[in-house]
């Protein structure tokens, strides 16, 4: 059964950075395109980033030039680099694997002074 785990959630001052993580487990990690989602309060999810299987990445505009999606499949994980931090990026940030159901249980950001 396959499982996404995110971390590295938590407290940021606007213009900080934070790493997320998500380990998958239990499938070939390498052949599954990955995205990172989030969800602010009395918002609907919106999409963040995706990386493919082979590396190549897409960013939602709000994000662009900020944000990096990477993955390492010997690890089996895939990380959100977040730089620049806004008060406008608080939400809960989720994993998911593209093309399936399979979502994680989500990691909280919040960026405030």
């Known amino acids: 059964q396959v499982q996404l785990v995110e971390s590295g959630g938590g407290l940021v001052q606007p213009g900080g950075s934070l790493r997320l993580s998500c380990a998958v487990s239990?499938?070939?990690?390498?052949?599954?395109?990955m995205g990172w989602y989030r969800q602010a309060p009395g918002k609907q999810r919106e999409y963040v980033a995706v990386?493919?299987?082979?590396?190549?990445?897409a960013y939602a505009d709000s994000v662009k030039g900020r944000f990096t999606i990477s993955r390492d499949n010997a690890k089996s994980t895939v990380y959100l680099q977040m730089n620049n931090l806004k008060s406008e990026d608080t939400a809960i940030y989720y994993c998911?694997?593209?093309?399936?159901?399979?979502w994680g249980q989500g990691t909280q950001v919040t960026v405030s002074s």
């Open positions: 998911h694997r593209l093309g399936s159901t399979l």
């Open positions: 239990g499938r070939i990690f390498s052949i599954n395109d």
């Open positions: 990386i493919t299987r082979s590396g190549s990445t």
